[in-house]
């Protein structure tokens, strides 16, 4: 593997489901972060953790739970959602974070649907 | 406020025709600028990015973007499309001392045959 990889590509669960994303990076890198894409709207920024610790929680929903176990791993752990939930989720991965000039790696993402 | 403005949300051009996408951006610090393609099913991909120097930018599949600080702008253009090329394109502005990227929302480039 190589690169950012996300598994699972797409996840359909119901309101009270517990489910987990989760993404993996093969580059080396220090700084993991969680976007979510929705359609018609910027990507936003959810999560960052940078050498295991999260530096950034851009406001998200106690009901999205992310883990950084180690640099490569980051899971994002999903329980009682909601529809407007449904959505695009990316994970990135860069040398760093603190510095945007570290580039970002983006990872093809989970496409998930809360019924 | 911080932003980042795609005008067009689609757009639609011919096979072997030059294209342009555009982007503003209002950001109260240097800004560091990016252009990011996404492929169907696919994560985003770096086309080519500017921090300071040569306002002309050369990227990867062919792509070039031109900096132009009195316009707040930072347009992409490629001389000659390919089918491939069809994808969505997002442009993202961030600035120093901040990992934080402001993305458009995307413009979505239809290639005809």
């Known amino acids: 593997e190589t690169g950012v990889t996300q598994t699972p590509r797409h996840l359909v669960m119901g309101m009270t489901n517990k489910k987990s994303l989760k993404c993996e990076q093969h580059?080396?890198?220090?700084?993991m972060y969680w976007y979510k894409q929705s359609a018609k709207k910027p990507l936003e920024l959810m999560f960052v953790y940078n050498f295991k610790e999260q530096t950034e929680n851009n406001s998200v929903p106690s009901r999205f739970s992310p883990e950084c176990p180690n640099s490569s791993h980051l899971f994002l752990h999903l329980h009682t959602l909601q529809p407007e939930d449904s959505a695009l989720y990316l994970c990135?991965?860069?040398?760093?974070?603190?510095?945007?000039?570290?580039?970002?790696?983006f990872g093809p993402g989970t496409r998930l649907t809360v019924l | 406020a911080q932003s980042v403005t795609q005008p067009d949300i689609h757009i639609t051009v011919s096979e072997g025709a030059s294209l342009e996408l555009r982007c503003n951006y209002s950001?109260?610090?240097?800004?560091?600028l990016f252009w990011y393609v996404q492929s169907p099913g696919q994560g985003l991909q770096l086309l080519l990015k500017y921090f300071s120097g040569d306002t002309l930018v050369q990227g990867i599949k062919g792509f070039e973007a031109e900096f132009k600080r009195s316009q707040s702008s930072f347009n992409l253009r490629k001389p000659s499309v390919h089918w491939s090329d069809a994808a969505e394109y997002f442009c993202?502005?961030?600035?120093?001392?901040?990992?934080?990227?402001?993305f458009g929302t995307g413009t979505r480039l239809k290639v005809l045959a």
């Open positions: 990135a991965s860069s040398y760093r974070a603190g510095e945007t000039y570290n580039e970002q790696f």
């Open positions: 993202a502005v961030g600035g120093a001392g901040t990992y934080k990227y402001i």
């Open positions: 950001y109260g610090a240097t800004p560091y």
């Open positions: 580059l080396g890198h220090n700084a």
